[in-house]
């Protein structure tokens, strides 16, 4: 249909056609219900009469200034600054300039959940599920500026340890 459960009632939702062009191939014209909580990807289990949508931070169309002022940072802080406009996934940007000093910001936009850890599919419907409408604050985002240990690393780890600062994921 056009709408999807909310509560106890039922919301429209926008459609959209879309056109995938593959070369060799004739066009595919397939039509995207987009639900408050992000588009239809796609039935939940097999035989089940649930849809499976999909919210992200980078779907939604924004600027990605960040990367395109990053080259002109002259110091750790306004590096960092140049970053407050990435609203795309996540990434761990590491700094280091010639007077020897090095740095770590988290960037991306991070959503504030109302309930779980986006690491399974929450039913829709239920209150309580989904994202606050303002995301984590880019002065929330966690950085390392000279560390005591005189390097930085990262490997995909946590990003803060749990109940230091808001969620920002497990791995």
Same mark, same amino acid.
């Given at each position: 249909?056009?709408?999807?459960?909310?509560?106890?009632?039922?919301?429209?939702?926008?459609?959209?056609?879309?056109?995938?062009?593959?070369? $060799?191939? *004739?066009?595919?014209?397939?039509?995207?219900?987009? =639900?408050?909580?992000? @588009?239809?990807?796609? %039935?939940?289990? !097999?035989?089940?009469?649930?849809?499976?949508?999909?919210?992200?931070?980078?779907?939604?169309?924004?600027?990605?200034?960040?990367?395109?002022?990053?080259?002109?940072?002259?110091?750790?802080?306004?590096?960092?600054?140049?970053?407050?406009?990435?609203?795309?996934?996540?990434?761990?940007?590491?700094?280091?300039?010639?007077?020897?000093?090095?740095?770590?910001?988290?960037? $991306?936009? *991070?959503?504030?959940?109302?309930?779980?850890?986006? =690491?399974?599919?929450? @039913?829709?419907?239920? %209150?309580?599920? !989904?994202?606050?409408?303002?995301?984590?604050?880019?002065?929330?985002?966690?950085?390392?500026?000279?560390?005591?240990?005189?390097?930085?690393?990262?490997?995909?780890?946590?990003?803060?340890?749990?109940?230091?600062?808001?969620?920002?994921?497990?791995?």
């Amino acid at each position: 249909g056009g709408s999807v459960r909310q509560g106890d009632e039922f919301v429209p939702c926008e459609t959209r056609l879309e056109t995938i062009r593959v070369k $060799g191939w *004739a066009e595919v014209e397939e039509t995207v219900l987009v =639900t408050p909580r992000g @588009p239809v990807i796609g %039935p939940a289990l !097999g035989g089940d009469s649930r849809s499976l949508s999909m919210r992200a931070t980078w779907l939604a169309p924004r600027p990605i200034r960040g990367l395109l002022k990053v080259h002109m940072a002259r110091s750790f802080d306004e590096f960092r600054r140049a970053f407050e406009e990435w609203p795309l996934m996540s990434l761990n940007m590491l700094y280091a300039d010639t007077r020897g000093k090095i740095g770590w910001q988290l960037v $991306g936009e *991070a959503p504030r959940r109302r309930n779980g850890w986006g =690491t399974v599919p929450l @039913p829709g419907w239920v %209150p309580g599920a !989904g994202w606050h409408d303002e995301p984590v604050a880019f002065d929330e985002m966690p950085f390392a500026e000279d560390p005591p240990e005189g390097a930085l690393a990262t490997a995909n780890n946590q990003p803060v340890p749990e109940g230091d600062g808001p969620f920002l994921g497990v791995d």
